[in-house]
C-alpha cells in the first residue's frame, strides 16, 4: 500500500515541503526561500530538488508516495497549468508537467490557499463548519471558500482570489496612486512598504535598523516592534486590521459564511493583537443577520495547514481517479 503524501506549500517567500503517513504524521520538512526571479523552471528544479530531499532524509522510496500535491499563490487550473501568479510573474505556467520532468510520481496542483482550506475543513473541524471563508495573510492575501462542505474553484478557477477585489480606501498606505485592491493596502507587504516610506522620511521606529541594512521586515520583527509600543508599526498594523475586518464583514453579508478562519504569517504572528481590531470592524461591516452567528476564527495548523491539505487534495483526486 502507498503510505506516503509529499504536500508543497509553494508560497510567496518560502517553500516548505513534507512528508506526511496515513496516520497524519508529518515525518520530515524542509523549508527553502523563494527565489522571485520569474524564472519558473528554475523554481520549479528546486522544488524538486527539495521533494528528492525529503524523500532521502524520510527514508522512504518513490513506490511508496501515493502522491506529490502542491499549492501554488496564484490561479491554478486542473491541468496544472499556473494561468497567473502575479506576486511570482509567472503567466500560462505548466508546473505539473515541468515538475514531472523530474519525478515520476502523480502530481496535483491546487491554489496555495484552497489547499489550506482543505486541510483545514478535513482534519480541524471536520464536519463543524459547512460554510467557510479561509484568509491568509502573508505577502499577499488569498483565501479558499468552502461551500455545502465542498471546496468551491468557480467557473474559471478564479474562486477564492480576494486579494485582488478592489477595495474602497484610497490609495495605499503611502499615498501611491495604484489599484487600492486589498492586498496592496492590507497585507504584509502593504504594511512594510508603509512603514519603510515613513521611515525613509525620517519618522523614527525600532525598525529603523532593517531598514537602513537593506533588510527585509518580517512578520516576527513587526511582532517585536508592536510589543515596544512602536508608533508607525501600530499605525499601520491597526489600520490593516481595521481593513481585513471590514472586507470580510462585506463579503459574509454576501455569501452568508458560517465560520471565518484566518492563517498566513502575519496572524500567525499577530492574532493577539490583530484579532480583537478585526472582529470589532467586522461585526460593524457585516449585515445584522447573517453576521450575528458568524465565527471569527484563527487556524490552530499554522503552517501546517497546507502540509494537511495535500493528504485531502490525494484523498480527492486520487478517489476520483484524476490522475
Known amino acids: ?135 491568509f495573510i502573508g505577502t499577499g492575501i488569498g483565501s479558499g471558500i468552502i461551500i455545502d462542505g465542498k471546496l468551491y474553484r468557480g467557473s474559471s478557477f478564479y474562486a477564492g482570489e480576494i486579494g485582488h477585489i478592489l477595495v474602497d480606501f484610497k490609495g495605499n498606505f503611502s499615498g501611491v496612486k495604484t489599484k487600492s485592491t486589498f492586498e496592496n493596502i492590507a497585507s504584509r507587504t502593504a504594511i512594510v512598504n508603509a512603514i519603510t516610506s515613513d521611515i525613509k522620511d525620517g519618522k523614527k521606529s525600532v525598525l529603523s535598523s532593517i531598514v537602513k541594512h537593506n533588510k527585509k521586515i518580517k512578520s516576527k520583527s513587526l511582532l517585536q516592534a508592536i510589543k515596544k509600543k512602536d508608533k508607525i508599526a501600530l499605525k499601520y498594523v491597526d489600520k490593516a486590521a481595521t481593513i481585513i475586518g471590514t472586507v470580510l464583514g462585506s463579503i459574509t453579508t454576501l455569501m452568508n459564511f458560517d465560520t471565518i478562519v484566518l492563517g498566513g504569517g502575519v496572524i500567525e504572528a499577530m492574532s493577539k493583537f490583530m484579532m480583537p481590531e478585526i472582529e470589532e470592524a467586522f461585526r460593524e461591516a457585516v449585515l445584522k443577520e447573517p453576521g450575528k452567528d458568524v465565527k471569527l476564527l484563527t487556524t490552530e495548523l499554522g503552517d501546517d495547514a497546507a502540509i494537511y491539505g495535500g493528504v485531502a487534495l490525494a484523498d480527492e483526486c486520487l478517489i476520483n481517479n484524476l490522475v
Open 1 to 135: 500500500m502507498k503510505e506516503y503524501t509529499i504536500s508543497v506549500d509553494f508560497g510567496g517567500t518560502n517553500i516548505l515541503t513534507a512528508a506526511i503517513d496515513r496516520k497524519l504524521n508529518i515525518l520530515n520538512r524542509i523549508k527553502i526561500e523563494t527565489k522571485q526571479t520569474g524564472d519558473a523552471e528554475k523554481i520549479v528544479k528546486d522544488i524538486a530538488g527539495t521533494i528528492e530531499e525529503i524523500i532521502k532524509i524520510t527514508g522512504i522510496k518513490e513506490s511508496e508516495i501515493r502522491a506529490i500535491c502542491m499549492g501554488v499563490p496564484g490561479t491554478v487550473t486542473p491541468e496544472g497549468i499556473i494561468a497567473s501568479a502575479p506576486n511570482l510573474g509567472i503567466r500560462n505556467f505548466n508546473i505539473k508537467e515541468e515538475l514531472q520532468k523530474y519525478i515520476k510520481i502523480p502530481v496535483f496542483i491546487e491554489n496555495d490557499v484552497n489547499l489550506a482550506a482543505l486541510g483545514i475543513k478535513k482534519f480541524e473541524f471536520k464536519d463543524k463548519v459547512n460554510n467557510m471563508l479561509v484568509v
